[in-house]
């Protein structure tokens, strides 16, 4: 039994030998192949996951940047409107005080207004009374001239006869 034991065992060593030949020369490159293959593409993807992060930080810095710029612009914003408003509300002022003294300006004027009208209506009275006081003191003149040029008549006549 001694020789097939050993024979078995040679047998065994060789299969195990062949099979061992055999990864190696067929079934072995094509994993160190594929193998291979796997460290470029990780390789490959490494890079690009490099590539990618650094372009991620390049847009971060970026949006960082742009978020001052937008920061900086809304603060400039803010500071033109609260000019703006400030401006506005002086000139809402102005065209108060404005609005004020026309006022009072037009108060004023219908204030001189009335006193003219009532000045007017005092000297359509007096005028009034002027024009009476004249057509009396025409009347009495005429009265008069008519009583001397009565008299003048009777005088006339006396002188006549």
Avoid: C
């Avoid at 072995?28 to 991620?56: F, G, S, Y």
């Avoid at 847009?59 to 000019?83: A, F, M, P, S």
């Avoid at 024009?131 to 040029?149: G, H, M, P, W, Y």
């Amino acid at each position: 039994m001694n020789i097939l034991k050993d024979r078995a065992i040679w047998i065994v060593v060789v299969v195990i030998i062949l099979a061992g030949g055999i990864y190696m020369v067929i079934i072995d490159p094509n994993r160190v192949q594929k193998m291979d293959d796997i460290v470029v593409r990780d390789d490959t993807r490494q890079a690009d996951n490099t590539e990618t992060n650094e372009r991620l930080r390049i847009v971060e810095l970026e949006l960082l940047g742009d978020k001052k710029n937008l920061q900086k612009l809304r603060d400039e914003y803010d500071i033109h409107i609260k000019t703006y408003d400030s401006k506005v509300d002086s000139i809402n002022k102005a065209f108060s005080k404005v609005d004020i003294e026309i006022d009072k300006i037009l108060r004023d004027m219908k204030d001189k207004f009335a006193e003219v009208q009532d000045q007017l209506e005092d000297l359509e009275d007096d005028i009034s009374s002027l024009k009476t006081q004249t057509k009396r003191d025409f009347r009495s003149v005429n009265a008069e001239i008519s009583a001397l040029k009565e008299a003048i008549d009777e005088i006339s006549d006396d002188l006549d006869e």
